[in-house]
Protein backbone atom coordinates (compact mmCIF):
# COMPACT_ATOMS: atom_id res chain seq x y z
CA UNK A 1 0.00 0.00 0.00
CA UNK A 2 1.25 3.35 -1.43
CA UNK A 3 2.17 5.53 2.10
CA UNK A 4 1.81 9.37 1.52
CA UNK A 5 2.14 12.58 3.40
CA UNK A 6 -0.05 14.37 5.20
CA UNK A 7 0.48 17.68 2.90
CA UNK A 8 -0.54 15.61 0.37
CA UNK A 9 -3.82 14.29 1.97
CA UNK A 10 -4.57 17.74 3.16
CA UNK A 11 -4.38 18.67 -0.80
CA UNK A 12 -5.91 15.96 -2.61
CA UNK A 13 -9.05 16.78 -0.22
CA UNK A 14 -8.79 20.39 -1.12
CA UNK A 15 -8.86 19.58 -4.34
CA UNK A 16 -11.74 17.03 -4.21
CA UNK A 17 -13.68 20.02 -2.14
CA UNK A 18 -12.84 22.76 -4.03
CA UNK A 19 -14.03 20.90 -7.03
CA UNK A 20 -17.29 19.46 -6.47
CA UNK A 21 -19.89 22.16 -7.89
CA UNK A 22 -22.65 21.62 -5.43
CA UNK A 23 -20.06 22.87 -2.65
CA UNK A 24 -18.79 26.04 -4.08
CA UNK A 25 -22.03 27.39 -4.23
CA UNK A 26 -24.34 26.82 -0.99
CA UNK A 27 -26.31 28.35 1.65
CA UNK A 28 -26.55 26.45 5.06
CA UNK A 29 -29.02 27.51 7.88
CA UNK A 30 -27.92 27.45 11.16
CA UNK A 31 -26.94 28.81 14.86
CA UNK A 32 -24.21 31.06 15.64
CA UNK A 33 -21.90 29.64 18.67
CA UNK A 34 -18.30 30.25 19.24
CA UNK A 35 -18.50 33.82 17.51
CA UNK A 36 -15.22 35.85 17.59
CA UNK A 37 -13.88 38.80 15.62
CA UNK A 38 -10.62 39.14 14.70
CA UNK A 39 -8.84 42.15 14.87
CA UNK A 40 -7.78 42.11 11.34
CA UNK A 41 -11.70 42.23 10.71
CA UNK A 42 -12.45 38.79 10.30
CA UNK A 43 -15.18 36.47 11.71
CA UNK A 44 -14.48 33.43 13.05
CA UNK A 45 -17.74 31.34 14.11
CA UNK A 46 -19.54 27.89 14.23
CA UNK A 47 -23.01 26.67 12.71
CA UNK A 48 -24.61 24.06 14.01
CA UNK A 49 -27.99 22.15 14.44
CA UNK A 50 -29.10 19.33 17.00
CA UNK A 51 -26.66 17.05 15.90
CA UNK A 52 -23.80 18.78 14.25
CA UNK A 53 -21.35 21.73 13.71
CA UNK A 54 -19.42 23.52 11.03
CA UNK A 55 -16.71 25.75 11.00
CA UNK A 56 -17.40 29.03 9.43
CA UNK A 57 -14.83 32.19 8.50
CA UNK A 58 -15.89 35.32 7.42
CA UNK A 59 -13.56 37.45 5.92
CA UNK A 60 -13.62 41.42 6.59
CA UNK A 61 -14.22 42.48 2.89
CA UNK A 62 -17.94 40.32 3.26
CA UNK A 63 -17.69 41.43 7.06
CA UNK A 64 -17.86 45.04 6.28
CA UNK A 65 -20.89 44.37 4.62
CA UNK A 66 -23.02 42.51 6.94
CA UNK A 67 -26.00 45.09 8.30
CA UNK A 68 -25.81 43.23 11.88
CA UNK A 69 -23.27 42.56 14.32
CA UNK A 70 -22.65 38.64 14.56
CA UNK A 71 -23.52 36.99 18.13
CA UNK A 72 -24.00 33.85 19.57
CA UNK A 73 -27.11 32.05 19.29
CA UNK A 74 -28.56 33.72 16.45
CA UNK A 75 -30.10 31.76 13.66
CA UNK A 76 -28.60 32.65 10.32
CA UNK A 77 -28.70 31.75 6.78
CA UNK A 78 -24.98 31.83 5.23
CA UNK A 79 -24.27 31.35 1.81
CA UNK A 80 -20.59 30.76 0.48
CA UNK A 81 -18.10 28.08 -0.58
CA UNK A 82 -16.67 24.80 1.86
CA UNK A 83 -13.12 24.08 1.22
CA UNK A 84 -10.54 22.96 3.67
CA UNK A 85 -8.08 24.75 5.29
CA UNK A 86 -5.01 22.48 4.26
CA UNK A 87 -2.52 23.59 7.23
CA UNK A 88 -5.35 22.63 10.11
CA UNK A 89 -7.05 19.84 8.10
CA UNK A 90 -9.66 21.66 8.78
CA UNK A 91 -13.04 21.64 6.56
CA UNK A 92 -14.72 25.40 6.79
CA UNK A 93 -17.80 27.30 5.12
CA UNK A 94 -15.89 30.24 3.69
CA UNK A 95 -19.06 32.89 4.34
CA UNK A 96 -19.77 35.55 1.53
CA UNK A 97 -23.38 36.24 2.25
CA UNK A 98 -25.50 35.77 5.57
CA UNK A 99 -29.27 36.73 6.61
CA UNK A 100 -30.95 36.35 9.65
CA UNK A 101 -33.01 32.91 9.32
CA UNK A 102 -37.01 34.90 9.91
CA UNK A 103 -35.87 37.89 7.36
CA UNK A 104 -34.73 35.54 5.03
CA UNK A 105 -37.41 33.08 4.77
CA UNK A 106 -40.54 35.29 3.45
CA UNK A 107 -37.67 36.72 0.94
CA UNK A 108 -37.01 33.45 -0.05
CA UNK A 109 -40.61 32.50 -0.06
CA UNK A 110 -41.20 35.42 -3.06
CA UNK A 111 -38.31 34.80 -4.24
CA UNK A 112 -38.88 31.50 -5.31
CA UNK A 113 -42.51 32.15 -6.10
CA UNK A 114 -41.63 35.09 -8.61
CA UNK A 115 -39.08 32.54 -10.23
CA UNK A 116 -41.20 30.23 -10.75
CA UNK A 117 -43.86 32.44 -12.38
CA UNK A 118 -41.67 33.95 -14.57
CA UNK A 119 -39.78 30.49 -15.67
CA UNK A 120 -43.22 28.72 -16.93
CA UNK A 121 -43.75 32.34 -18.54
CA UNK A 122 -40.61 31.75 -20.76
CA UNK A 123 -38.62 34.60 -19.36
CA UNK A 124 -35.79 32.22 -18.52
CA UNK A 125 -35.69 30.34 -22.03
CA UNK A 126 -32.39 29.63 -23.49
CA UNK A 127 -33.22 29.95 -26.36
CA UNK A 128 -34.10 33.55 -26.55
CA UNK A 129 -31.49 34.89 -25.48
CA UNK A 130 -29.90 37.56 -27.42
CA UNK A 131 -26.08 37.09 -28.50
CA UNK A 132 -23.68 39.65 -26.73
CA UNK A 133 -21.93 41.98 -29.79
CA UNK A 134 -18.14 41.29 -29.73
CA UNK A 135 -16.95 44.60 -30.88
CA UNK A 136 -19.07 47.21 -29.31
CA UNK A 137 -18.90 51.13 -29.27
CA UNK A 138 -21.32 52.51 -27.07
CA UNK A 139 -22.11 50.44 -23.72
CA UNK A 140 -25.04 51.30 -21.46
CA UNK A 141 -24.49 51.11 -17.24
CA UNK A 142 -27.73 50.97 -15.07
CA UNK A 143 -26.46 51.34 -12.15
CA UNK A 144 -25.82 53.74 -8.87
CA UNK A 145 -23.25 56.67 -9.99
CA UNK A 146 -21.57 56.10 -7.22
CA UNK A 147 -19.88 53.13 -5.46
CA UNK A 148 -17.91 50.24 -6.29
CA UNK A 149 -19.59 48.77 -9.20
CA UNK A 150 -19.82 52.06 -11.81
CA UNK A 151 -15.69 52.72 -10.62
CA UNK A 152 -15.04 49.20 -11.15
CA UNK A 153 -16.90 49.07 -14.62
CA UNK A 154 -14.92 52.31 -15.70
CA UNK A 155 -11.50 50.89 -14.41
CA UNK A 156 -11.78 48.36 -16.79
CA UNK A 157 -13.44 49.61 -19.51
CA UNK A 158 -10.13 51.82 -20.08
CA UNK A 159 -8.27 49.43 -19.63
CA UNK A 160 -9.76 46.76 -21.72
CA UNK A 161 -10.57 49.23 -25.06
CA UNK A 162 -10.76 52.75 -24.16
CA UNK A 163 -12.41 54.02 -27.34
CA UNK A 164 -15.68 52.39 -25.83
CA UNK A 165 -18.22 54.96 -24.90
CA UNK A 166 -20.03 54.08 -21.66
CA UNK A 167 -23.51 55.76 -20.84
CA UNK A 168 -24.48 55.76 -17.11
CA UNK A 169 -28.00 55.66 -16.45
CA UNK A 170 -27.52 56.90 -12.39
CA UNK A 171 -30.27 54.22 -10.50
CA UNK A 172 -31.14 53.78 -7.30
CA UNK A 173 -30.54 49.73 -6.67
CA UNK A 174 -31.29 49.32 -2.64
CA UNK A 175 -34.56 50.64 -0.59
CA UNK A 176 -37.50 51.85 -1.85
CA UNK A 177 -38.26 53.16 -5.20
CA UNK A 178 -35.05 50.92 -6.45
CA UNK A 179 -36.59 48.24 -8.67
CA UNK A 180 -38.21 51.12 -10.49
CA UNK A 181 -35.55 53.17 -11.36
CA UNK A 182 -33.67 50.18 -12.44
CA UNK A 183 -36.60 49.39 -15.09
CA UNK A 184 -36.87 52.90 -16.01
CA UNK A 185 -33.01 53.49 -16.69
CA UNK A 186 -33.28 50.03 -18.90
CA UNK A 187 -36.12 51.41 -20.80
CA UNK A 188 -34.11 54.45 -21.44
CA UNK A 189 -31.27 53.12 -22.43
CA UNK A 190 -32.89 50.60 -24.94
CA UNK A 191 -34.57 53.29 -26.65
CA UNK A 192 -30.35 54.78 -27.23
CA UNK A 193 -29.98 51.91 -29.91
CA UNK A 194 -26.50 50.86 -27.73
CA UNK A 195 -24.74 47.74 -28.72
CA UNK A 196 -24.91 46.22 -24.76
CA UNK A 197 -26.69 47.33 -21.61
CA UNK A 198 -25.06 46.35 -18.07
CA UNK A 199 -27.38 46.49 -15.19
CA UNK A 200 -25.88 45.17 -11.15
CA UNK A 201 -24.05 46.48 -8.23
CA UNK A 202 -21.98 44.80 -5.15
CA UNK A 203 -22.65 42.47 -3.34
CA UNK A 204 -24.90 42.48 -0.03
CA UNK A 205 -27.36 40.71 1.69
CA UNK A 206 -30.29 38.88 -0.15
CA UNK A 207 -32.68 42.90 1.20
CA UNK A 208 -29.90 44.72 -0.14
CA UNK A 209 -30.06 42.62 -3.63
CA UNK A 210 -33.51 42.90 -3.66
CA UNK A 211 -34.57 45.42 -6.20
CA UNK A 212 -33.13 43.05 -9.17
CA UNK A 213 -35.35 40.32 -7.58
CA UNK A 214 -38.24 42.55 -8.64
CA UNK A 215 -40.75 41.29 -11.14
CA UNK A 216 -40.89 44.97 -12.86
CA UNK A 217 -37.17 44.75 -13.67
CA UNK A 218 -36.90 41.16 -15.18
CA UNK A 219 -40.07 41.92 -17.64
CA UNK A 220 -37.88 45.60 -18.45
CA UNK A 221 -34.77 43.18 -19.27
CA UNK A 222 -37.08 40.55 -21.23
CA UNK A 223 -39.34 43.15 -23.14
CA UNK A 224 -35.31 44.92 -24.25
CA UNK A 225 -34.18 44.83 -27.55
CA UNK A 226 -30.93 45.61 -26.95
CA UNK A 227 -28.43 42.52 -25.04
CA UNK A 228 -28.29 42.74 -21.33
CA UNK A 229 -25.33 41.68 -19.02
CA UNK A 230 -26.34 41.35 -15.35
CA UNK A 231 -23.78 41.62 -12.95
CA UNK A 232 -25.31 41.92 -9.51
CA UNK A 233 -23.69 40.69 -5.91
CA UNK A 234 -20.45 38.54 -5.82
CA UNK A 235 -20.18 35.28 -7.07
CA UNK A 236 -22.41 33.55 -4.69
CA UNK A 237 -25.67 35.56 -5.68
CA UNK A 238 -27.98 34.72 -8.21
CA UNK A 239 -30.88 36.92 -8.63
CA UNK A 240 -34.39 37.35 -10.74
CA UNK A 241 -32.65 39.29 -13.14
CA UNK A 242 -29.52 37.18 -13.76
CA UNK A 243 -32.12 34.22 -15.00
CA UNK A 244 -33.58 36.73 -17.31
CA UNK A 245 -31.08 38.72 -18.98
CA UNK A 246 -28.85 37.34 -22.48
CA UNK A 247 -25.73 36.93 -20.21
CA UNK A 248 -25.01 36.69 -16.48
CA UNK A 249 -21.72 37.65 -14.95
CA UNK A 250 -20.87 36.90 -10.96
CA UNK A 251 -19.77 40.48 -10.42
CA UNK A 252 -19.99 44.13 -11.78
CA UNK A 253 -16.54 43.70 -13.33
CA UNK A 254 -16.97 40.73 -14.58
CA UNK A 255 -19.80 42.07 -16.30
CA UNK A 256 -17.97 44.74 -18.06
CA UNK A 257 -15.33 42.38 -18.75
CA UNK A 258 -18.25 40.27 -20.73
CA UNK A 259 -19.26 43.37 -22.81
CA UNK A 260 -16.28 44.72 -23.65
CA UNK A 261 -13.26 42.61 -25.11
CA UNK A 262 -9.81 43.65 -24.45
CA UNK A 263 -8.69 45.77 -27.45
CA UNK A 264 -5.07 44.82 -27.00
CA UNK A 265 -5.45 41.18 -27.01
CA UNK A 266 -7.49 41.20 -30.34
CA UNK A 267 -4.93 43.50 -31.49
CA UNK A 268 -2.41 40.96 -30.50
CA UNK A 269 -4.69 38.39 -32.30
CA UNK A 270 -5.16 40.26 -34.98
CA UNK A 271 -1.07 40.95 -36.01
CA UNK A 272 -0.84 37.36 -34.83
CA UNK A 273 -3.05 36.13 -37.62
CA UNK A 274 -1.30 38.44 -40.00
CA UNK A 275 2.20 38.09 -39.41
CA UNK A 276 0.66 33.77 -40.29
CA UNK A 277 -0.97 34.61 -43.29
CA UNK A 278 2.45 36.74 -44.70
CA UNK A 279 4.44 33.68 -43.46
CA UNK A 280 1.65 31.24 -45.42
CA UNK A 281 1.81 33.71 -48.46
CA UNK A 282 5.43 33.57 -48.35
CA UNK A 283 5.73 29.76 -48.44
CA UNK A 284 2.78 29.21 -50.91
CA UNK A 285 4.82 31.95 -53.18
CA UNK A 286 7.76 29.94 -52.70
CA UNK A 287 6.67 26.80 -53.93
CA UNK A 288 4.83 28.36 -56.55
CA UNK A 289 7.77 30.10 -57.75
CA UNK A 290 9.81 27.04 -57.29
CA UNK A 291 7.53 24.58 -59.21
CA UNK A 292 7.34 27.75 -62.09
CA UNK A 293 11.31 27.53 -62.38
CA UNK A 294 11.00 23.56 -62.75
CA UNK A 295 8.16 24.17 -65.70
CA UNK A 296 10.33 26.95 -67.51
CA UNK A 297 12.96 24.82 -67.59
CA UNK A 298 11.02 22.19 -68.75
CA UNK A 299 9.87 24.58 -71.09
CA UNK A 300 12.94 25.43 -71.95
CA UNK A 301 14.18 22.14 -72.86
CA UNK A 302 11.55 21.26 -75.16
CA UNK A 303 11.79 24.74 -76.99
CA UNK A 304 12.51 24.11 -80.94
CA UNK A 305 14.75 27.66 -80.13
CA UNK A 306 16.68 25.41 -77.80
CA UNK A 307 16.44 21.98 -79.69
CA UNK A 308 17.47 24.17 -82.62
CA UNK A 309 20.19 26.01 -81.00
CA UNK A 310 21.64 22.52 -79.44
CA UNK A 311 21.38 20.54 -83.37
CA UNK A 312 23.14 24.02 -84.54
CA UNK A 313 25.79 23.45 -81.88
CA UNK A 314 26.14 19.85 -82.60
CA UNK A 315 26.68 20.30 -86.62
CA UNK A 316 28.99 23.05 -85.74
CA UNK A 317 31.22 20.28 -83.68
CA UNK A 318 30.04 17.62 -86.44
CA UNK A 319 31.62 19.78 -89.07
CA UNK A 320 34.81 20.73 -87.04
CA UNK A 321 35.38 17.37 -86.28
CA UNK A 322 35.07 16.37 -90.39
CA UNK A 323 37.21 19.36 -91.11
CA UNK A 324 40.13 18.44 -88.97
CA UNK A 325 39.60 14.34 -89.97
CA UNK A 326 39.75 15.74 -93.32
CA UNK A 327 42.91 17.86 -92.30
CA UNK A 328 44.47 15.14 -91.16
CA UNK A 329 43.65 12.38 -94.05
CA UNK A 330 45.01 15.26 -96.53
CA UNK A 331 47.99 15.58 -94.83
CA UNK A 332 48.43 11.56 -94.55
CA UNK A 333 47.86 11.12 -98.24
CA UNK A 334 50.26 13.86 -99.18
CA UNK A 335 52.90 12.20 -97.07
CA UNK A 336 52.29 8.97 -98.50
CA UNK A 337 52.38 10.53 -102.32
CA UNK A 338 55.44 12.45 -101.11
CA UNK A 339 56.59 8.98 -100.13
CA UNK A 340 55.43 7.30 -103.49
CA UNK A 341 56.40 9.55 -105.23
CA UNK A 342 59.93 9.97 -104.14
CA UNK A 343 59.85 5.82 -104.22
CA UNK A 344 58.89 6.68 -108.11
CA UNK A 345 61.35 8.83 -108.50
CA UNK A 346 64.00 5.83 -107.39
CA UNK A 347 62.34 4.44 -109.57
CA UNK A 348 62.20 6.20 -113.00
CA UNK A 349 64.49 5.79 -115.91
CA UNK A 350 64.65 9.89 -116.52
CA UNK A 351 65.69 10.63 -112.57
CA UNK A 352 69.23 8.09 -113.70
CA UNK A 353 69.68 10.78 -116.43
CA UNK A 354 71.93 12.96 -114.69
CA UNK A 355 76.10 13.22 -114.70
CA UNK A 356 76.69 12.65 -118.31
CA UNK A 357 73.90 9.68 -118.68
CA UNK A 358 71.13 9.71 -121.26
CA UNK A 359 68.85 7.48 -122.85
CA UNK A 360 69.52 6.28 -126.64
CA UNK A 361 66.57 5.04 -129.05
CA UNK A 362 66.68 4.89 -133.03
CA UNK A 363 63.07 5.33 -134.74
CA UNK A 364 61.66 5.16 -131.40
CA UNK A 365 63.23 2.28 -130.10
CA UNK A 366 65.87 2.19 -127.46
CA UNK A 367 69.35 1.09 -128.64
CA UNK A 368 70.27 -1.79 -126.85
CA UNK A 369 73.28 -2.38 -128.56
CA UNK A 370 75.93 0.07 -130.76
CA UNK A 371 76.45 -2.42 -133.52
CA UNK A 372 72.33 -1.54 -134.47
CA UNK A 373 73.67 1.83 -135.15
CA UNK A 374 75.09 2.23 -138.57
CA UNK A 375 76.44 5.79 -140.25
CA UNK A 376 74.20 7.68 -140.86
CA UNK A 377 71.74 6.30 -138.54
CA UNK A 378 69.68 9.19 -136.36
CA UNK A 379 69.48 9.04 -132.58
CA UNK A 380 67.91 10.03 -130.03
CA UNK A 381 69.67 11.27 -126.83
CA UNK A 382 67.51 11.94 -124.34
CA UNK A 383 69.07 13.89 -120.73
CA UNK A 384 66.99 14.67 -117.88
CA UNK A 385 66.06 18.31 -118.72
CA UNK A 386 65.54 17.14 -122.59
CA UNK A 387 66.30 15.18 -125.61
CA UNK A 388 68.99 15.52 -128.79
CA UNK A 389 68.80 14.50 -132.09
CA UNK A 390 71.96 13.45 -133.24
CA UNK A 391 73.23 11.69 -136.43
CA UNK A 392 75.56 8.56 -136.45
CA UNK A 393 79.02 9.01 -137.55
CA UNK A 394 80.97 6.08 -137.46
CA UNK A 395 80.58 2.90 -134.86
CA UNK A 396 82.99 1.15 -133.05
CA UNK A 397 82.84 -1.98 -131.62
CA UNK A 398 84.31 -2.96 -128.42
CA UNK A 399 87.27 -5.94 -128.61
Not at 176 to 194: F, P
Not at 220 to 233: D, F, K, L, N, W
Amino acid sequence: MKTITVSQLNGYLKNLISSDYLLSKIHVKGEVSNCKYHSMGHIYFSLKDESAAISCVMFRQQARQLPFRLENGQTVIAGGRMDLYERDGKVQLYVQSMTKADEKGELARLYEELKLKLSEEGLFDFEKKKPIPQFPKRVGIVTASTGAAIRDIEQIAHRRNPYVQLILYPAKVQGEGAALTIARGIEVLDRMNLDTIIIGRGGGSMEDLWAFNEEIVARAIYAAHTPIISGTGHEVDTTIADYVADKRASTPSAAAELAIPDVMTTIRGIKSQKRQLFLQMENVLREKKKKAETLRLRLEKQSPERLLRDKQQRLAELSERMKSRMKDRLNDKKNRLGILIEKLNGRSPSAKLVHGYGYLSMSGKPLENAVDATPGSNLDITLHDGVIHAETKSVEKNQ
